[in-house]
């Protein structure tokens, strides 16, 4: 799997988590930030992940926790 599609697949992910209604955001928080942990552990320091890791906090700053 390319970089570029891992990205891809995350941001994915992440709109699946932010839309979903029956979620509270205290559980979204949750889910977003272990995305966010996973990011940050792995080696992917390139615009995909700066660019990722800025679509992330936006997510989390809607929803009332940053």
Known sequence: ???????????????EIYLDFNKSGKEKATELEEIKKIILEEDTRDEYFEDLKKYIEIKLESIGVL
């Open 1 to 15: 799997m390319t970089r570029e599609k891992y990205f891809k697949d995350l941001k994915k992910k992440i709109d």
